[in-house]
Nanobody
Framework: QVQLVESGGGRVQAGGSLRLSCAVS????????MGWFRQGTSKEREWVGY????????RYADSVKDRFTISRDNARNTAYLQMNSLKPEDTATYYC?????????????????WGKGTVVTVSS
């Protein structure tokens, strides 16, 4: 059974930074494309970005480009989301997601496995 567990969420002031981690167990992490999504109150789940299985391809939503960085450590079965210059509008529950097939995670339809989420709150 594949499990994704996020950690690293919390409360931070605007302009601050947080680093989220997503530890994957029970599957073949090195073959998965890993993505991050977020969902604020009363909003749809929004795509944040993804990294392909090798780490050679990384894409970001325009709303986080140049502020967020996605990486992965295949030896540790873990993906990361480094968030800098945080804004109040970044407040959301952040979810990591895995796609067993293919090289990308850009839509919820491509997700085979979800984490349960970690809450990020950015105060002004």
């Amino acid at each position: 059974q594949v499990q994704l567990v996020e950690s690293g969420g919390g409360r931070v002031q605007a302009g601050g930074s947080l680093r989220l981690s997503c530890a994957v167990s029970g599957g073949t992490f090195g073959r998965y494309a890993m993505g991050w999504f977020r969902q604020g109150t009363s909003k749809e789940r929004e795509w944040v970005g993804y990294i392909n299985w090798s780490g050679e391809t990384i894409r970001y939503a325009d709303s986080v480009k140049d502020r967020f960085t996605i990486s992965r450590d295949n030896a540790r079965n873990t993906a990361y989301l480094q968030m800098n210059s945080l804004k109040p509008e970044d407040t959301a529950t952040y979810y990591c997601a895995a796609n067993r097939f293919g090289d990308m995670v850009q839509t919820t339809a491509q997700v085979a496995y979800w984490g349960k989420g970690t809450v990020v709150t950015v105060s002004s």
